[in-house]
């Protein structure tokens, strides 16, 4: 079999298991990401689009996708309608697949390369990076960050191909911010395979500089973000105390890689445990680890396509390590490129354990169809936001996130008691996030508890000082309380704060109408109504002028 043979088969199971996702929906993030989004619809232009932060800027603006937004936008071209936005990336797992198998040949051989792809086409963690719209940051990121090493083997034979790496490494920093990492992919590959060290640096030297590139104009659309916040769990630990923490959290990501039986709709706290002392989950974690160290030392002569795999699974897993802030303990979808490199080291090692032919067919069968089937049975969790809901409360039941939502869910019925119960234990699992104690304010503020809402309030603006929620609901707080000057001050800053988000603008003008300062409110229309949506700004023209 030739390696292009191998790519196909391997991209067309990819697609095949994917292809059940098409009748998904738009699933929690991918509403406000995408099927919220009015700039992708109707992006204005070029800059404005590539101007734009990944998550709304409501939601604290402090990642930077400018290839998965431009994605979306040409897909609404085309349609609007959740199908074909899977159809795409049932397109995108195929294309990343077929790439992976073709550059795990030219590492590999075609046969450990075909084990490689058809297992790294099936595997059940994959499933949450295709199944929701957004997951496809990661489909382009892998596809892009493959093509750009298959560019750099072949540089030492023609330079021109530096031209591909530098193009390939464009799109794959623009999709997600892993690919980073690639640079250092480029080293690893080609020292490996005993190529010059100045093509080798020349290589990887050219996959940096638009990641170089990226950073620097990230700090623009971004102003001061160079990374996420930390998870939730980690909030207030240093450098040396979150790497301890995060190497007893591993041992999650081993079982998925390896033992994908149980999958989860998330991993926070209280579902996961941070854990900061010597626990056995750390012991043995610390032994995985350095024992596959040690395959890699031995293996780096005789099957050096086994050093590549793991020191590929460690190259990508750091930018989800939390060594540098990323705002996730754990998640599915992070492990899609991190896996191609343990199953390059497995496929590795069944060659070259030489075992007969028909064993080793039907052991990769049997593992490929086991983990199709478990994808396939996976994917209808993340139909909509019901099946989601449904898997999350299943999966994670004592997870801050699925406190949070059930909550909600309570005060929503008129149960007011057990809502309370639920949002103060998602807080107490998660202190640093601030949506629980942004959510019980506006139930405590809906009920007239002014002063409960007002410490919620204060306490979750410090927590992340990009969103501007809080700030839009403080001032009815402080009016509720009777604070009419507190209240105008504070809708003054929220102003100067979020000038351009709506919400704050509404809240600004509901608070100085209130106040009866009447000449305030109708500049303020004058100078802003524009932000508020078009639905209501006539309601709000006419509260603005019967202010007299």
């Not at 009748?23 to 992006?43: C, K, M, S, T, Y």
């Not at 590549?308 to 998640?331: F, R, S, Y």
Request: glycine fraction near 8%.
């Amino acid at each position: 079999m030739r390696p292009i043979h191998a790519a196909l088969a391997a991209a067309a199971l990819a697609a095949a298991v994917a292809l059940p996702s098409v009748r998904n929906g738009f699933v929690e993030d991918d509403r406000w990401i995408v099927a919220q989004r009015p700039i992708l619809r109707h992006p204005g232009s070029f800059h404005t689009l590539i101007a734009e932060p990944y998550w709304p800027r409501a939601f604290g603006a402090s990642l930077w996708r400018p290839v998965a937004l431009a994605s979306f936008a040409l897909d609404y071209r085309v349609s609007e309608r959740p199908a074909w936005f899977h159809a795409v990336n049932v397109l995108w797992a195929a294309a990343a697949a077929g790439a992976l198998t073709l550059l795990a040949c030219s590492i590999a051989g075609t046969g450990a390369g075909l084990i490689t792809g058809l297992l790294f086409a099936s595997h059940p963690v994959h499933v949450e990076a295709f199944a929701g719209v957004v997951g496809r940051a990661e489909l382009i990121a892998a596809f892009c960050y493959a093509v750009a090493l298959l560019c750099a083997l072949r540089v030492p034979g023609n330079r021109w191909w530096l031209l591909g790496v530098a193009a390939a490494a464009a799109f794959a920093i623009g999709a997600k911010e892993h690919a980073a990492t690639l640079p250092a992919a480029v080293l690893l590959l080609l020292a490996a395979r005993r190529v010059s060290w100045t093509s080798a640096l020349s290589a990887a030297a050219v996959a940096a500089m638009p990641v170089a590139l990226y950073f620097a104009l990230r700090s623009s659309v971004i102003p001061g973000a160079l990374a996420g916040g930390l998870a939730p769990g980690l909030e207030g630990l240093t450098l040396p105390a979150r790497a301890w923490a995060m190497l007893g959290i591993s041992l999650e990501w081993w079982r998925l890689l390896l033992f994908p039986a149980h999958l989860s709709a998330d991993y926070s706290p209280a579902q996961v445990v941070v854990a900061t002392g010597l626990t056995p989950r750390h012991l043995f974690a610390a032994l995985l680890w350095l024992g596959a160290l040690w395959a890699a030392w031995r293996a780096r002569r005789v099957a050096p396509a086994v050093t590549i795999g793991l020191g590929w699974l460690v190259l990508t897993l750091l930018p989800v390590a939390n060594l540098v802030p990323t705002e996730i303990l754990v998640a599915e979808r992070t492990l899609y490129l991190p896996s191609w490199g343990l199953l390059l080291a497995i496929g590795s090692a069944v060659m070259l354990a030489r075992l007969p032919p028909r064993i080793t067919v039907l052991a990769v069968a049997l593992v490929a169809g086991l983990f199709a089937g478990r994808s396939i049975a996976r994917i209808p969790a993340w139909r909509d936001d019901e099946h989601w809901y449904a898997a999350l409360q299943h999966d994670a039941p004592r997870s801050y996130r699925t406190l949070w939502m059930q909550g909600t869910d309570e005060f929503a019925a008129g149960r007011w008691g057990s809502g309370e119960r639920l949002l103060h234990a998602a807080i107490a699992a998660a202190p640093g996030i601030p949506g629980p104690r942004e959510d019980l304010a506006h139930f405590y503020a809906t009920a007239g508890l002014w002063a409960q809402a007002e410490a919620e309030l204060r306490a979750a603006i410090p927590l992340n000082a990009t969103r501007p929620r809080p700030w839009a609901m403080l001032p009815g707080v402080l009016l509720g309380r009777g604070d009419t000057a507190a209240a105008v001050a504070t809708a003054g800053q929220a102003l100067a704060r979020f000038p351009a988000d709506g919400d704050v603008t509404a809240s600004a003008l509901a608070t100085l109408v209130a106040a009866h300062r009447c000449a305030a409110a109708d500049s303020l229309f004058r100078s802003r109504g524009g932000q508020i949506p078009a639905g209501v700004r006539p309601a709000w023209q006419a509260r603005v002028s019967a202010c007299r």
